[in-house]
């Protein structure tokens, strides 16, 4: 997490407080080509003991290195951790 942006949102430090910021995701479609089961914020907030999420991201990408431009100008939050 990027210090100015947590010092600008503290809320960051919990879960509650998470879902309340910008929330940046990959578009559906781009899981849809993968393998795997998508992991996105319901899937991360599934895994931190978090209940049938209700959680929808404000932005969403096709492209991962897009989603990562995005966090690195502290416009949002992605469920890799970076802010």
């Known amino acids: 997490m990027?210090?100015?942006?947590?010092?600008?949102?503290?809320?960051?430090?919990?879960?509650?407080?998470?879902?309340?910021?910008?929330?940046?995701?990959?578009?559906?479609?781009?899981?849809?080509?993968?393998?795997?089961?998508?992991?996105?914020?319901?899937?991360?907030?599934?895994h931190c003991g978090v209940e049938n999420p209700q959680v929808k991201a404000q932005m969403y990408f096709s492209h991962f290195p897009m989603l990562l431009d995005t966090v690195l100008e502290g416009l949002g939050v992605d469920w890799a951790g970076g802010i």
């Not at 809320?11 to 998508?38: M, T, V």
């Open 2 to 46: 990027y210090p100015e942006f947590l010092k600008d949102n503290p809320q960051a430090d919990s879960l509650q407080g998470l879902q309340q910021l910008p929330l940046l995701d990959l578009d559906p479609a781009f899981w849809q080509a993968r393998w795997w089961s998508p992991v996105d914020w319901h899937f991360w907030l599934r």
